[in-house]
T-cell receptor, first 109, second 117 residues
């Protein structure tokens, strides 16, 4: 069993839909990261959170430390949101990350 | 643009060869991380340097080595290359690399796509 599990693996949505991607982890962490990887390959950090909720534009990330679970929500989805979304956890004194397998999101117009 | 640069963008080489991947961190960042992304293994942490010193090691093969130079740029050396080493190699940087005890946002470079034939 992977230390970081994401669901779903693939997600197709219509433009304007509300999207939720889930991440569960089994290790102790200091923070959880949500990353976005576009088809060209580049990786962008969206959020780093250790408790509660963060919002940036149409993106919202939440984390429940007790349940070891995080969600990434996208409101009013748009085709430009199409990408792979990757959950990663970090802990200890080194900041190294353990990654989930990613969720491939396709938003159709 | 994250401010992290990686060269080369693409690399095609043959089995048994040796290559060097280069990374320059964001200005002011002291820590550099190397990650490998392959189709079957996903993203995996290889190694981390902080201010010239190795700080953490992950799933890095003995055929691979890295270092961080005084100007803080880093190089990842891959030798005796095998077909299975074909992957995207990412470098990322952060300010202190966990030295402060706090998690930090990591800024990723564009990656080097390595193809071993």
């Amino acid at each position: 069993k992977n230390e970081v599990e994401q669901s779903p693996q693939n997600l197709t949505a219509q433009e304007g839909e509300f999207i939720t991607i889930n991440c569960s982890y089994s290790v102790g962490i200091s923070a959880l990261h949500w990353l976005q990887q576009h088809p060209g390959g580049g990786i962008v950090s969206l959020f780093m959170l250790s408790s509660g909720k963060k919002k940036h534009g149409r993106l919202i990330a939440t984390i429940n430390i007790q349940e070891k679970h995080s969600s990434l929500h996208i409101t009013a989805s748009h085709p430009r949101d199409s990408a792979v979304y990757i959950c990663a956890v970090g802990g200890g004194a080194t900041n190294k990350l353990i990654f989930g397998t990613g969720t491939l999101l396709a938003v159709q117009p | 643009d994250s401010g992290v640069t990686q060269t080369p963008k693409h690399l095609i080489t043959a089995t048994g060869q040796r290559v060097t991947l280069r990374c320059s961190p964001r200005s002011g960042d002291l820590s550099v991380y190397w990650y490998q992304q392959s189709l079957d293994q996903g993203l995996q942490f290889l190694i981390q340097y902080y201010n010239g010193e190795e700080r953490a090691k992950g799933n890095i093969l003995e055929r691979f080595s890295a270092q961080q130079f005084p100007d803080l740029h880093s190089e990842l050396n891959l030798s005796s290359l095998e077909l299975g080493d074909s992957a995207l190699y990412f470098c990322a940087s952060s300010v202190a690399g966990g030295a402060s005890g706090a998690q930090e946002t990591q800024y990723f470079g564009p990656g080097t796509r390595l193809l071993v034939l």
